[in-house]
C-alpha cells in the first residue's frame, strides 16, 4: 500500500546517455513533484504537474522533460546525462495546486549516479 | 531562486536540551508553514505545520511558532533524544525548501 513510489531507486549510468525515473501515487492527490537533493541536501523543486498540467517549472537544463500520462503519474526524462546531474531525485505529490497548503508526501527517492 | 531562508545550517546539542530553528520568508501572502525531518538515506515526512491564522502549535515535544509581522517561523524541540538527529527542512507556500538544518543530538 506504498503511496508514493518512484522506479528504479538506484541508477547508475554514464554520461551521454538518457534515463528515465518512473513515479506513481495512489493517494489521489491532483498534484505531482519533482525534487533534486544534491549531496549538500538542498532540496531544489524542478517541476510540478496539477491534474496532467505543468504549473511549476524552474530553472532547469531542457535537458529534464517531466511527463504525466495521468494523475496519478510524472515520470522524469533526462537526456544526455552529466555528471553534475548525480543527485537523489525525489517524486512528491499533494492536494491542492499553487499556494499548497497541503502536506507533501515523497516517494523514497533514486539515486542517479552519473559516470 | 530562495524564498524561504534557514538557520542555522548545523546544529548540535546535548540529549536533554532543546533545538530551535527558524525560517524566514518573503511572500506576506504565505498561510501555510511546514516543517520536514529527513534521516539519514530516508525521504522528508512531515513533522509539524501551522496555518496562518494561529501562533503556535504543539505536539508533544515538538512546536512551532508563527511571526507574520516579522514573516517568520521556527520549529522548537524540547528533550531531545538521540533519535531527533536528522536534517529538517521549512518549505514555503511556493513548494520551495529552506537550506536545510542537519541536527545532531549527542547521547
Known amino acids: 500500500d506504498t503511496a508514493v513510489s518512484q522506479t528504479p531507486k538506484y541508477l547508475v549510468t554514464q554520461m551521454g546517455n538518457d534515463k528515465s525515473i518512473k513515479c506513481e501515487q495512489n493517494l489521489g492527490h491532483d498534484t505531482m513533484y519533482w525534487y533534486k537533493q544534491d549531496s549538500k541536501k538542498f532540496l531544489k523543486i524542478m517541476f510540478s504537474y496539477n491534474n496532467k498540467e505543468l504549473i511549476i517549472n524552474e530553472t532547469v537544463p531542457n535537458r529534464f522533460s517531466p511527463k504525466s500520462p495521468d494523475k496519478a503519474h510524472l515520470n522524469l526524462h533526462i537526456n544526455s546525462l552529466e555528471l553534475g546531474d548525480s543527485a537523489v531525485y525525489f517524486c512528491?505529490?499533494?492536494?491542492?495546486?499553487?499556494?499548497?497548503?497541503?502536506?507533501?508526501?515523497f516517494g523514497p527517492g533514486t539515486r542517479l549516479t552519473v559516470t | 531562486g530562495e524564498n524561504v531562508e534557514q538557520h542555522p545550517s548545523t546544529l548540535s546539542v546535548q540529549e536533554g536540551d532543546s533545538a530551535v530553528i527558524k525560517c524566514t520568508y518573503s511572500?506576506?501572502?504565505?498561510?501555510?508553514f511546514p516543517w520536514y525531518k529527513q534521516e539519514l538515506g530516508k525521504r522528508p515526512q512531515l513533522i509539524i505545520d501551522i496555518r496562518s491564522n494561529v501562533g503556535e502549535k504543539k505536539d508533544q515535544r515538538i512546536a512551532v511558532t508563527l511571526n507574520k509581522t516579522a514573516k517568520h517561523f521556527s520549529l522548537h524541540i524540547t528533550e531531545t533524544q538521540p533519535e531527533d538527529s536528522a536534517v529538517y527542512f521549512c518549505?514555503?507556500?511556493?513548494?520551495?525548501f529552506g537550506a536545510g538544518t542537519r541536527l545532531t543530538v549527542k547521547p
Open positions: 511572500d506576506s501572502a504565505s498561510n501555510y
Open positions: 512528491a505529490s499533494s492536494q491542492g495546486g499553487t499556494g499548497d497548503t497541503y502536506e507533501q508526501y
Open positions: 518549505r514555503d507556500n511556493d513548494m520551495r
